[in-house]
């Protein structure tokens, strides 16, 4: 029997060795070795890690211990001498090295900065010892990210909330990892954590492994077109997501041609929200005939975008066809009268939706006319939402009529809100109240509104205020020589000892209307005078002081 290699054989030890230690000893989390959990995640090859000061460094890991991690000790020599206890205790050191984070806890939120929940502090024992949370650790100490507390203290729930703490693509990446085998988790919102493209592109490779998640929120994270031709694969890979949510990430139109590919390959997805996107005429018509070949989602939610004219009409003609769909939103687009009509049409075939909202969306009084002949014979919609549309009262009254002419009706709430509704309509919807017993109406308000009264001018309420109480304004602005002329400071404080509800502008106001001659002094005979008066007073004050003038000139003494 040939004599075996000392070097395997030590090799063979080492791997025997390890091979019973936790998450931590296996961490290839972030080294490109045959045991990582998630083989499509990949690391950088450079890495910063945090020192004892909570910040990141440029500092790589020291040499042993990158070595102990990424597997590169098997390449060594080993000593012949040395035994599994001397294994363990180098494995040790290594584990201890790796996970030194400054000497603060990550099970405590004083020490970090990630989160702002008051929560009980997870005490650190064997049971809390979960699958993936070491891995977590050793991926972020790696990354030379912090951990996330709040993560670590809930990775057993079955709903995770994560919205808004900035994670970015940094700190995706290690939750990813964590994410691929954690078993408790149903829920994830990571909604607000500017994951980017990067940061959705691991969102899908651990959701294309992971088989627990069935309800993922991604809203607002900026992932865009790139992620939209990823999510296609995590469509087809995983069967378990059941609600997706999307809104506010870019989405345009050459997005749409991705989500269109996923809507049709899908057979588990219920839930799908693309609201707050920027989905325009050309997107309506990719997802249109996905829509109309779609065979499990249920919940729509297309709500502000751009889609109009050809994409409007496609989205009604894929609902005309889609035996699935039950709550539809499509508010906050513009499907003018083109979409209208098309969307009557599919109202008189599709035999499930029973809520739709199509509030803001152009309609006119022809647009509710084209669009109530669906609600005419459709017998399965129980919430209509037209609101905000410009179809004034009479569109409104179309809109009723055909809810009348139709005896198989069952709709519950009609809101027209932000619509004015006269009384014509009014009369009508008192019959179809009859019809409908439960049916409940919105609107905009059913009259004119009455017009504001008018502001009445300051100068106008001080004269009537004087006149009531009988004020003397000679005594008011301290007029010992009743010329009716008073400095301007004298007169605002005149005002400003009234019981009179003046604001500083109204001051300003009266000030400005009364006369002021270029010394800056208030003429406040307005107050006191008609204006026939006032100016017949006016002529005699300055006959007055011209007399007084030439006089004043023929006599010095």
Same mark, same amino acid.
């Given at each position: ?16 060795? @390890? ?7 296996? !961490? ?9 959990? !998630? ?6 090859? @450079? ?16 040499? @042993? ?16 001498? @040395?035994?599994?206890d001397d294994d363990d205790d180098s494995q040790k050191r290594v584990s201890s090295e790796f996970l030194d984070f400054g000497g603060l806890d990550i099970y405590n939120d004083d020490g970090w900065d990630t989160d702002l929940e008051a929560e009980p502090e997870v005490a650190k024992s064997a049971d809390n010892d979960v699958p993936g949370r070491q891995i977590y650790i050793d991926a972020c100490k790696l990354d030379g990210v912090i951990p996330a507390s709040y993560f670590l203290r809930h990775m057993t729930d079955s709903s995770l909330d994560l919205r808004h703490h900035g994670l970015g693509a940094d700190g995706m990446r290690p939750l ?12 994830? +919102? ?55 949510? /999307?809104?506010? +990430? +870019? /989405? ?26 920027? /989905? ?19 919940? /729509? ?19 005309? $066809? ?26 008189? !075939? ?41 179809? $004034? ?27 004015? !509704? ?136």
């Amino acid at each position: 029997m040939p004599e075996s290699d000392p070097k395997v054989v030590n090799e063979t030890k080492s791997e025997q060795s @390890s091979a019973g230690h936790s998450a931590r000893s296996r !961490v290839s989390t972030a080294t490109p070795s045959s045991s990582r959990p !998630v083989s499509r995640i990949n690391t950088a090859s @450079s890495r910063r890690v945090v020192t004892r000061s909570g910040r990141r460094s440029d500092h790589g890991w020291n040499s @042993s211990a990158r070595e102990e991690l990424s597997g590169e000790n098997a390449d060594k020599d080993v000593d012949d001498d @040395s035994d599994d206890d001397d294994d363990d205790d180098s494995q040790k050191r290594v584990s201890s090295e790796f996970l030194d984070f400054g000497g603060l806890d990550i099970y405590n939120d004083d020490g970090w900065d990630t989160d702002l929940e008051a929560e009980p502090e997870v005490a650190k024992s064997a049971d809390n010892d979960v699958p993936g949370r070491q891995i977590y650790i050793d991926a972020c100490k790696l990354d030379g990210v912090i951990p996330a507390s709040y993560f670590l203290r809930h990775m057993t729930d079955s709903s995770l909330d994560l919205r808004h703490h900035g994670l970015g693509a940094d700190g995706m990446r290690p939750l990813a990892v964590a994410l691929v085998m954690n078993t408790s988790i149903l829920k994830l +919102n990571l909604e607000d954590n500017w994951l980017d493209v990067e940061g959705g592109r691991y969102v899908c490779e651990m959701l294309s492994e992971n088989c627990y998640i069935t309800d993922i929120d991604l809203s607002n994270n900026r992932l865009g077109v790139e992620f939209a031709q990823q999510f296609v694969a995590v469509v087809v890979h995983n069967s378990t997501v059941t609600h997706v949510t /999307l809104a506010g +990430n +870019n /989405l345009n139109d050459k997005a749409a041609e991705y989500l269109a590919e996923a809507i049709m390959s899908t057979s588990h997805i219920e839930y799908l929200d693309l609201r707050n996107n920027k /989905l325009g005429e050309a997107g309506g018509v990719a997802l249109g005939p996905a829509l109309a070949e779609n065979s499990s989602i249920r919940y /729509l939610d297309l709500s502000w975008n751009n889609i109009r004219r050809k994409g409007a009409v496609s989205i009604a003609n894929g609902i005309k $066809q889609n035996v699935l769909i039950q709550n539809l939103n499509l508010s906050w687009n513009g499907f003018g009268i083109d979409g209208a009509k098309a969307l009557g049409e599919a109202l008189k !075939v599709n035999p499930v939706v029973e809520e739709l909202d199509i509030s803001n969306n152009r309609f006119t009084t022809e647009a509710a006319v084209l669009f109530g002949k669906g609600l005419a014979v459709n017998e399965t919609l129980k919430s209509l939402k037209m609101g905000k549309n410009p179809m $004034q009262s009479a569109g409104c009254f179309a809109v009723c009529s055909a809810i009348a002419k139709n005896s198989g009706c069952i709709l519950q709430n009609l809101d027209f809100s932000d619509i004015m !509704v006269n009384a014509d309509f009014l009369e009508l919807f008192k019959k179809v109240s009859d019809q409908l017993p439960g049916i409940k109406l919105y609107h905009g308000g059913d009259g004119i509104p009455a017009r504001p009264k008018a502001r009445a001018r300051p100068v106008v309420r001080l004269k009537n205020y004087l006149q009531k109480r009988g004020l003397r304004c000679a005594v008011l602005f301290n007029d010992s020589e009743h010329t009716m002329l008073v400095p301007k400071s004298s007169f605002i404080k005149g005002l400003q000892g009234l019981e009179i509800n003046l604001t500083p502008e109204d001051i300003e106001e009266i000030v400005d209307e009364l006369d002021v001659n270029s010394a800056g002094d208030v003429n406040y005979s307005g107050l006191i005078l008609s204006p026939t008066d006032f100016t017949e007073k006016e002529k005699k004050m300055a006959n007055t002081i011209q007399t007084t003038r030439t006089r004043t000139r023929e006599d010095p003494q």
